[in-house]
Nanobody
Framework: QVQLVEFGGGLVQAGGSLRLSCAASGKIFRINIMGWYRQAPGKQRELLAVISSGGSTNYADSVKGRFTISRDNAKNTVYLQMNSLKPEDTAVYYC??????????????WGQGTQVTVSS
């Protein structure tokens, strides 16, 4: 069984920063693409950033230049550094990963979500 557990959400003032972490655990053989999404009330889940196992990254226009995704393959962990936060960044943030387990089966997994609230 594989789990993704997120840390680091909270309340921050506009212009502030937060760093989210997401650690994968279980019988993991390899983690491929990892990413961060968010979902605000009444809106669809939005892809923010992805990172390959080799470190290549892509960002949504809404966060480009403000958010940075990174990963530590040795720790099976992905991070999202969020700077210059705006009230419109308020949402539940989810990590996502394509993980191959020891039985060589690949599955897409989601974290439980962590609330980020940006006050004006």
């Amino acid at each position: 069984q594989v789990q993704l557990v997120e840390f680091g959400g909270g309340l921050v003032q506009a212009g502030g920063s937060l760093r989210l972490s997401c650690a994968a655990s279980g019988k993991i053989f390899r983690i491929n693409i990892m990413g961060w999404y968010r979902q605000a009330p009444g809106k669809q889940r939005e892809l923010l950033a992805v990172i390959s196992s080799g470190g290549s990254t892509n960002y949504a226009d809404s966060v480009k230049g403000r958010f940075t995704i990174s990963r530590d393959n040795a720790k099976n962990t992905v991070y999202l550094q969020m700077n210059s936060l705006k009230p419109e960044d308020t949402a539940v943030y989810y990590c996502n990963a394509d993980i191959m387990t020891d039985n060589r089966v690949s599955t897409n997994y989601w974290g439980q979500g962590t609330q980020v609230t940006v006050s004006s």
